[in-house]
C-alpha cells in the first residue's frame, strides 16, 4: 500500500511467501525490495501493508503483534467483507499492540 499521512494512493499485489500461508503471511521479499528501490527513485512513500484473515477477525491478531516490525507501518485487515486499518503501538523498540486509525482511499 503506497501513500502518505492518513491517504492511500496505490495498492500492489505481493505473493504471500509463508511456509503455511493459511495461518501466516510473509510478503515476498522481492516485492518489497522492488517497492524500496522505487520510493528511494521519487515513488510514492510505503504507507503500509495489508493481509486477511480468514477467520473474519478484522482486527490484528496476537500473532500478528508478536511478528509485527516496530516501524510506523499501517496494517489493513480484510475480513468478513470488512477493512480496518491499524498503527503499531512501539514500546521498548517492540510492539506491543495496535489502535485503529483511519485512511482515505484516493481515485
Excluded: C, Y
Excluded at 503483534?65 to 510506523?72: K, N, R
Aim: glycine share 8%; no cysteine.
Amino acid at each position: 500500500m503506497r501513500g502518505a499521512g492518513d491517504i492511500v494512493a496505490a495498492v500492489e499485489l505481493a505473493q504471500n511467501v509463508a511456509a503455511d500461508p493459511a495461518r501466516h503471511f510473509e510478503i515476498d521479499p522481492a516485492a518489497l525490495i522492488s517497492a524500496g528501490k522505487d520510493v528511494r527513485s521519487g515513488g510514492i512513500p510505503v504507507l503500509g501493508f495489508f493481509h486477511s484473515h480468514p477467520n473474519g477477525v478484522a482486527a490484528p491478531s496476537s500473532t500478528d503483534v508478536a511478528h509485527a516490525a516496530p516501524d510506523q507501518h499501517i496494517w489493513l485487515i480484510i475480513a468478513d467483507r470488512s477493512i480496518t486499518a491499524w498503527q503499531p503501538v512501539v514500546a521498548d523498540a517492540r510492539v506491543t499492540g495496535f489502535i485503529p486509525v483511519t485512511l482515505l482511499v484516493e481515485g
